[in-house]
């Protein structure tokens, strides 16, 4: 079967917490480290964070609580008002990241394959871990979401990077046996933790996620519904 492909991208949005991460469709800029990851140190192994857009997630947010939870986004706009980009309203939620663009169309049921490449910046060489997601899709009304509804029905779990050191990233790769859905003129959105497995040595032990080649998302070909004028 046919498949597409979604890739991590970064924009700076300016505001609070500026560097944004989103799925678009368009061509892999070349590989990059994000301002969204966390502070792992030296905390033990099964617990757990939430991503936080544009920003290393201190290790006091890590908890044995298991996330992303089945709460749905809610959306975070913390960035000027009067920016114009394309689209020009961009939805986001600071614990996900959302496609860029709404689609209007049909998935079938099949294998979804995301690719989550992370590296140490601060410090490394002992810190393992696993990237876990939620997928959501959203309806837009103005700068809001009108409803949100999940697609999966529990925490999905990529595999786990260890001895992670700030050399070479290494990628948690989440494999989902997706139901056939719709999208009706709604965005895809990915709700994003990091799962501890391995405890580090030092305190500033960190993860940061990587965007642009190698960071995506490969879906079964979406098949775009198209208007039919009688």
Avoid: C
Wanted: a positive charge.
């Amino acid at each position: 079967m046919p498949t597409k492909t979604w890739n991590l991208r970064q924009i700076n949005v300016g505001g609070t917490n500026p560097n944004r991460l989103w799925w678009d469709r368009g061509a892999a800029a070349a590989a990059a480290t994000s301002s969204s990851g966390w502070t792992v140190g030296t905390i033990a192994a099964d617990n757990y964070s939430n991503l936080n857009q544009g920003v290393e997630r201190a290790t006091g947010t890590f908890s044995t609580t298991v996330v992303p939870n089945a709460t749905a986004p809610a959306v975070d706009n913390n960035y000027p008002a009067t920016a114009i980009y394309t689209p020009p309203t961009l939805l986001n939620d600071i614990e996900s990241i959302s496609t860029l663009y709404e689609y209007n169309g049909v998935f079938p049921a099949g294998t979804w394959t995301f690719r989550f490449p992370v590296i140490a910046v601060t410090a490394g060489n002992n810190q393992d871990g696993n990237i876990g997601i939620r997928v959501f899709r959203g309806l837009r009304s103005g700068t809001a979401w009108a409803s949100v509804t999940e697609i999966t029905s529990a925490r999905l779990a990529g595999t786990t990077v260890t001895n992670l050191t700030t050399a070479a990233a290494q990628t948690s790769t989440v494999t989902w046996s997706a139901p056939a859905f719709d999208l009706q003129n709604e965005f895809l959105i990915v709700k994003v933790g990091w799962q501890i497995t391995g405890a580090g040595s030092t305190n500033t032990r960190d993860v940061l996620l990587r965007w642009g080649a190698g960071a995506d998302i490969v879906t079964p070909n979406f098949k775009t519904r198209r208007h039919i004028i009688t």
